[in-house]
């Protein structure tokens, strides 16, 4: 076959040069993975930045502190700890104080009503009783004359 012919001797089909030209979606593609690349050098250069900002003084510097804020931290821990079971114990003591003058209220309350009804009583029957006292003193004066009862 002559030079640039097919293999096989067969019909010969004609090359566009629309042929050679890439599809709309390779473009598509392009443009994606060549942004895709722009944003991971943002993210070296900026993870570089930090990690040039990050050097080992201040390392050095940071680690003490950082053992300071988690001794503070452990005391901080602690001191809620002891704090809570205080309240705990403050909250105990209350309802015990609590359930204490709920009792000392009812008999409180019962010793009340007993002196309403005394007083009530006494009221009512007071004037009852002066008079009767004095019958009976006007008796006794009587009965040592003579023993005859005295109408009032």
Do not use: W
């Not at 895709?36 to 993870?47: A, I, N, P």
């Not at 502190?65 to 988690?70: D, P, T």
């Not at 004066?141 to 005295?150: W, Y």
């Amino acid at each position: 076959p002559p030079r640039g012919a097919p293999p096989g001797g067969g019909m010969h089909r004609a090359i566009t040069p629309s042929a050679y030209l890439p599809s709309p979606d390779y473009y598509k593609r392009l443009d994606h993975l060549q942004q895709g690349l722009r944003d991971s050098e943002k993210k070296r250069l900026e993870l570089e930045r930090k990690l040039y900002e990050c050097n080992p003084s201040d390392i050095c510097r940071v680690k003490p502190k950082y053992g300071e804020l988690k001794k503070y931290l452990k005391e901080i821990c602690e001191s809620e700890k002891r704090a809570r079971t205080r309240n705990q114990e403050y909250l105990k003591r209350f309802e015990q104080i609590q359930a204490h003058l709920g009792h000392f209220t009812t008999k409180a309350e019962l010793k009340l009503q007993e002196l309403k009804v005394t007083s009530c009583f006494l009221l009512f029957f007071c004037p009852f009783l002066l008079k009767l006292e004095i019958v009976m003193r006007k008796f006794q004066i009587h009965s040592n004359h003579e023993c005859s009862p005295v109408h009032l």
